[in-house]
């Protein structure tokens, strides 16, 4: 089992920066991905950005490309969401994901094994 925790959520205005972290704990998964998701009120929950553990290969949805990036210090288990530039519609709960499976980046929730339980982004106008 893997046990993620998101931290680093908040309210912040429309140009500023957050950073979103993911502890994980629980078994070896240095060939996994870990995935970045967020789910605004009413919508579908939607990939955000991943990264190998193993050799850092990174993805972005194309609404985020330039303005956030994803991360890890794979000493001390965490992933990284450095988000810059927010916009309103960036609102939603972040989630942190991990992907057991090896092969390509999946962005796709269903192929994801473990979750955190969310964290809360807010950007006002």
């Known amino acids: 089992q893997v046990q993620l925790v998101e931290s680093g959520g908040g309210l912040v205005q429309a140009g500023g920066s957050l950073r979103l972290s993911c502890a994980a704990s629980?078994?070896?998964?240095?060939?996994?991905?870990m995935g970045w998701f967020r789910q605004a009120p009413g919508k579908e929950r939607e990939f955000v950005a991943a990264?190998?553990?193993?050799?850092?290969?990174?993805s972005y949805e194309d609404s985020v490309m330039g303005r956030f990036t994803i991360s890890r210090d794979s000493a001390k288990k965490t992933v990284f969401l450095q988000m810059n530039s927010l916009k309103p519609e960036d609102t939603a709960v972040y989630y942190c994901?991990?992907?057991?499976?090896?092969?390509?980046?999946?962005?796709?929730?269903?192929?994801?094994?473990?979750w955190g339980q969310g964290t809360q982004v807010t950007v006002s106008s």
């Open positions: 990264i190998r553990w193993s050799g850092g290969r990174t």
């Open positions: 994901a991990a992907d057991s499976t090896l092969g390509a980046i999946a962005t796709i929730p269903r192929a994801y094994d473990y």
């Open positions: 629980g078994r070896t998964f240095s060939t996994y991905t």
